[in-house]
């Protein structure tokens, strides 16, 4: 069973700039979950989609924003770029509705400039 | 909210028993969860703990006494390629698969 994939894998942006990411979750899986991994703040919870709709978000400003399609694929975009959110972006997936194992993509590495 | 500590770094010795502490402070959970996250990749699932007690999984063993608010990940037999990062999380009450991780324990194991 393939994993949990993202891409890209890396990218570098300007200040300013926005940026879209992609996740493709473990086949059968509906939740997607995304998280922001720095140095300074560790892992810090972004959002998590069920089924297409947004059950939580983390203490994330409104430049974060995320959805779901109806294959369980997701998005997370981040507008208006700021050189603070260089970090690693994390998706990971659930095949339940709460509560169980989450298994992580590799990431994308973002780097802001 | 829920607050999760756990030390910053530790090391230990190949073929010995390590044991990583957290603790937390939080109104409520579902569960607590252990990752492992080595340098430049994913965190990768070890196990959860829903009721207080041990559960084993070949080397790695978690407990939890969710009294005292406490929790620890025991790992045996250790070896070169447990060199990594340790992460205590817990689902709120409510949080579906909304995981609050604590900053993480970095082990190093030498020869």
């Known amino acids: 069973k393939a994993g949990v994939t993202q891409t890209p894998r890396y990218l570098i942006k300007t200040r300013g700039q926005q940026v879209t990411l992609s996740c493709s979750p473990i086949?059968?899986?509906?939740?997607v979950s995304w998280y922001q991994q720095t140095p300074g703040q560790g892992l810090q919870f972004l959002f998590e989609y069920f089924s297409e709709t947004q059950r939580n978000k983390g203490n994330f400003p409104g430049r974060f924003s995320g959805r779901q399609f109806s294959n369980s694929r997701s998005e997370m975009n981040v507008s208006t770029l700021e050189l603070g959110d260089s970090a690693l972006y994390l998706c990971?997936?659930?095949?339940?509705?709460?509560?169980?194992?989450?298994?992580f993509g590799p990431g994308t590495r973002l780097t802001v400039t | 909210g829920q607050n999760i500590d756990q030390p910053t770094e530790m090391t230990a010795t190949e073929g010995a028993i390590v044991q990583i502490n957290c603790t937390y402070q939080?109104?409520?959970?579902?569960?607590l969860f252990w990752y492992q996250q080595h340098a430049g990749e994913a965190p990768t699932f070890l196990s959860y703990?829903?009721?207080?007690g041990l559960e084993e999984k070949g080397r790695f063993s978690s407990f939890l006494s969710r009294s005292k608010g406490y929790s620890y990940l025991l790992l045996k037999e250790l070896q070169m390629k447990d060199s990594a990062s340790y992460l205590c999380a817990v689902i709120p009450l409510g949080g579906y698969n909304k995981l609050i991780f604590g900053a993480g324990t970095r082990l190093a194991v030498h020869p």
């Open positions: 990971a997936s659930s095949g339940g509705s709460g509560g169980g194992e989450q298994y």
């Open positions: 086949s059968g899986h509906r939740s």
């Open positions: 939080t109104s409520g959970f579902n569960g």
């Open positions: 703990n829903v009721l207080d």
